[in-house]
């Protein structure tokens, strides 16, 4: 598929998926719905955030890296995974009333040495 197309089809995407984030948090009372309406509210904020971020860092590393068009995708889609899980990490140890400086720490630094892992891995190859 060519570049343009490719992204193209995810910008649409991206705006689909923000349209449904924005409509959950207009039109859904998790106190209604319940489980259901929480778990829509995470999975559409994480498609939001994960297109956004593969986005965002794609053209960053493009412009500012010497990289091939797939290394850059690639890379991008990983940390935006990352930065998905962390952030929707910190809103579900906040909404369990359970967020503090020393977990969200934690966790990041988890985060951090998963993804030097995965670059020191992928040299070795």
């Not at 259901?36 to 904020?45: A, N, P, T």
């Amino acid at each position: 598929m060519l570049l343009n197309r490719y992204f193209i089809y995810l910008l649409l995407l991206i705006i689909l998926s923000w349209l449904v984030f924005i409509s959950v948090l207009l039109y859904i009372d998790p106190f209604v719905v319940g489980i259901l309406g929480v778990i829509v509210f995470y999975v559409s904020l994480g498609m939001a955030l994960v297109g956004s971020f593969t986005l965002i860092g794609f053209f960053i590393r493009l412009n500012t890296q010497d990289i091939t068009t797939d290394q850059a995708h690639a890379v991008s889609i990983r940390q935006a995974l990352f930065f998905t899980v962390i952030i929707l990490y910190i809103l579900i140890l906040q909404q369990n009333h359970i967020l503090t400086t020393q977990n969200v720490l934690i966790f990041i630094a988890v985060m951090t040495l998963l993804e030097l892992g995965i670059i020191i891995f992928k040299k070795q190859d």
